[in-house]
């Protein structure tokens, strides 16, 4: 018994032993779905062994990887296909399965298969694709409320609070990308800056101004102009040879912006640029936070997960550091699609960015509407799905240390294809390999637009379906870049890109 507002309440288990269910209403028995309204099959044994073949199919597919091209064009009548009004009559489930399995599962991005070396894709697992499954099963809205989800997520940030380094007091949740974390982690730093007024009257023309390297990647401009202060507040520092940002020009920009009237508050260092897996003097970038009072985020998008591998980690010094880190459990995690995530230091400043109190969202002490404060409260996503267990399973079911010596095994794949490049005079290395990223080209003949001739190899070597390396521009030149990304690429998968660009080279070069 307890006693609130002069009455006295009975407790739960008191109040749950009064109730007096009849057995005739409280078994399966009693679960009659309403047949008329119901999405559920009339026949679960059907159901049953359709999703028995669905797994075993998805299982070879991703077994049987090797046996397919990497990607393939999609033919224009498949294409068309999807251009079919809303159908408006029920079609049985093993017709719609036939439509995805000739017509979706051939053509979708190729970054399941080890050839595949484009932007920074990783390869998921089955234990990923199982444990999305078993979320969907579950269909658990994680915005909030007292459940299970909620804590697999909490652990999750414990997991990247120890791994990084950070105190019990940072805060974490998962978003779907780093473009959005990226995004979140600007608005968290602009409300440290400016105070709590800034959700309410906006940025007022606060003249407010952050830095990143010029090799930063596009989300990290971008959230400039989301945020509202506009692209150009986003100051664009050059970076050195290594492509690491320059800090004395970051100093110097700084000074000049201050001495103009602006007011600095945000860098963003980069762990792995996009373009070439370099990493900015993170220890020097948070000295300098400290000297100039500024927060210290990280884009940790890929590269930051390197701390689970000891051999990468002393190339990351400087990262717990950060004031925030955003970072993909979908690149060198391996968690399949999407699982993005947001670390942030001071938990409170980050909880008072973003949450918004709603009288249907109101926090019990007690029942489903307890244990506050929810994911909803440290982001934008109020309905959002269970990232958290796919993440949880590929983190238990491999463990830390095996997902680290699959990193580090990447890198040296990377250097493998470094050393490969640097022997073959047809070739040309275009920048240093920091960590899992080979940026070179096919040397031209005279008489022979580089760039074009690029353009042209990345493209033959896609149609082939051997491999799918992408396009960037080092130094103003299109560039052919592999990013060792996926688990299953092996040496001789790089090794068969390089034949098929001296392949497509000479051809398109004679
Ligand atoms: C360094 C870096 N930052 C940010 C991003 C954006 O991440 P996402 O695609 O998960 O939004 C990427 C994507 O490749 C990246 O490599």
Known sequence: MSRRAGRTWRSADALRASINVSDEHSGPADAIP????SLDPSDWSALRAEAHRMVDDMIDHIAQVRERPVWQEIPDDVRARFGEALPRDAMPLAAVYD?????IAPYATGNVHPGFMGWVHGGGTPVGM???MLAAGLNANCGGRNHIG?????????????????????????????????????LVARSAALGPQVREGGLAGEPLTAYAS????????QAADLAGLGRGALRRIPFDAAHRIDIAALRRRIAEDRAAGFRPFLVTGSAGTVDTGAIDDLAALAQLC?????????????????MLSPQIAPKLNGLSEADSIALDFHKWGQVNYDAGFLLVRDGEQH?????APAAYLRRETR???GGSPWPCDFGPDLSRGFRALKTWFTLKTYGAERMGAMIAETCAIARHLEARVQREPQLELLTPVTLNIVCFRFRAPSGIDSDALTAEIVADIHESGIAAPSLTTIDGHLAIRAAIVNHRTTRADVDRMVDAVLHFGAARAS
């Open 290 to 306: 400290r000297d100039e009072g500024l927060w210290f985020h990280i884009d940790g998008a890929y590269g930051s997960l390197g």
């Open 99 to 103: 439509d995805f399995t000739r017509h």
């Open 130 to 132: 199982l444990a999305e």
């Open 367 to 369: 029942g489903l509407a």
């Open 214 to 221: 010029a090799a930063a990647h596009g989300c990290v401009v």
């Open 34 to 37: 309403n047949s008329a309204t």
């Open 351 to 355: 909880r008072a960015t973003f949450a």
């Open 150 to 186: 909620i804590e697999v997520e909490r652990q999750i940030v414990r997991w990247m609070r120890e791994l990084f380094g950070f105190p019990e007091t940072a805060s974490g949740v998962f978003v779907t990308g780093s473009s959005m974390a990226n995004f979140m982690a600007l």
